[in-house]
């Protein structure tokens, strides 16, 4: 499938695939969405609700690890929050070597004297974890969504997957129960969908759901508390 690199509006870039108007991020801003969707409204509002706890730690599944914006993002902030964070991120078809040094994002987050780091979340090897800092480390698991089989391990899930227009299949209810019962107790799912279908699969198996306000380009998201 062809695939090509190329700049959202809010400066920071992307993975666009024509043959299915897709692309890993959003158009109206890679970085604006995953602040939003993925810190915002899960590292940041699971550290609050959760900071009472004294917690030593945040273990984190990111569902399609795709250009590792995500991970480098949740990496800059463990850093300000101070916490350990281990993190997983799922993905069966990765991006190759040559995409990688086309994407900007140490650039567009002013985070230049972390390039070194960028590089090493794609750089170490698959299927075994690897400490980046004292306080982040990475595990990049290469296989099938389906085939995610932990339980109670985990207490966010950045559900990132292509959208259901596209993969629908990716969005049914056993995809999501296998998310409910990797997680913790208190955990938190959030994903940019909105729709519908998305929302009742989540329920039906049994995550508490709400509705938020989306980012650029989108009304709403969601996010699941098991």
Known sequence: MKREVVITADGSSTIHLPDWNEQYHSKHGAIQEAYHVFIKHGLQYFYTEN??????????????????????????????????????????????????????????????????????????????????????SIEKQKKFFAEIKDEDVFNIIYFDAFGARVQPELWTEPIFESMYKALKKNGVLVTYAAKGSVRRAMQAVGFTVQRLEGPPGKREMLRGIK
């Open 51 to 136: 900071i009472k706890d004294e917690l030593e730690s945040i273990s984190i599944l990111e569902i399609g690890f795709g250009t590792g914006l995500n991970a480098f993002i949740t990496f800059l902030e463990a850093e300000k929050l101070n916490i350990k964070t281990n993190y997983v991120g799922v993905e069966a078809y990765p991006v190759s070597s040559e995409e990688i040094t086309l994407l900007n994002y140490a650039k567009e987050l002013k985070a230049e004297e972390n390039e070194t780091v960028f590089k090493a979340l794609h750089d170490v090897t698959w299927n075994e974890k690897h400490d980046i800092t004292p306080l982040f």
